[in-house]
């Protein structure tokens, strides 16, 4: 008895001394875990200071950079809306297209106005197709047909006015959608 109870006390004793070392590691493994995240986030702070520092000064620059190109666009537009009312309001020439009948008319009649002064290959397939819509459609309730309409026709419009002082520029019916350039072959003929 005295030997087991010897070496029951041996064995307690034995894994006291396990416990206490395995608490000791775990301490010093959260020590050093606590060292290390310590250090990373110091690190993430240092980097943080220094990407904001140089997006600042680069902010700086580039809201500078920004504000004149934004004037410089606000003076190309306004040159560009200058050019387009003196062209709207001069008077007529011999020839020319008037821009409100041929907005007027693609805008009650769709892509059938754009005959008046629109390219004729773009103009006659659009027509075509109108037609075409017009038929498939007819059958449909007007109010079904109506938020199509809203947004079609005041495009059509709109194309129709751009083709009759694309004409009126030009003296000849241009295509406004499409390649413009002229092909050509690869010798240059």
């Known amino acids: 008895m005295e030997r087991l109870a010897a070496l029951e006390a041996e064995v307690k004793a034995d894994a006291d001394v396990q416990r206490a070392r395995k608490q000791a590691a775990l301490a010093r493994l959260r020590a050093q875990k606590q060292a290390a995240d310590a250090e990373t986030q110091a690190t993430r702070d ?24 934004e004037f410089g666009r606000a003076l190309a537009l306004a040159r560009r ?24 008319a693609s805008l009650v009649l769709g892509p059938l106005g754009w005959l008046y002064a629109g390219s004729l290959r773009e103009a006659v397939p659009a027509s075509a197709a109108w037609l075409a819509f017009a038929a498939l459609v007819s ?7 109506f938020p199509v309409l809203m947004v079609v026709m005041p ?35």
């Open 155 to 189: 495009l059509s419009g709109i194309a129709g006015a751009l083709y009759a002082v694309q004409y009126n520029r030009t003296g000849k019916r241009q295509r406004l959608f499409g390649d413009k350039a002229k092909k050509q072959l690869p010798d240059g003929r």
């Open 46 to 69: 240092r980097q943080l200071a220094i990407v904001k520092k140089d997006s600042t000064a680069r902010d700086d620059r580039a809201d500078d950079q920004d504000r004149e190109d």
């Open 81 to 104: 809306a200058q050019g387009v009312k003196a062209e709207l309001t001069r008077a007529p020439r011999a020839g020319d297209k008037s821009w409100v009948k041929a907005g007027v």
């Open 139 to 145: 059958s449909l309730p007007a109010l079904l047909l």
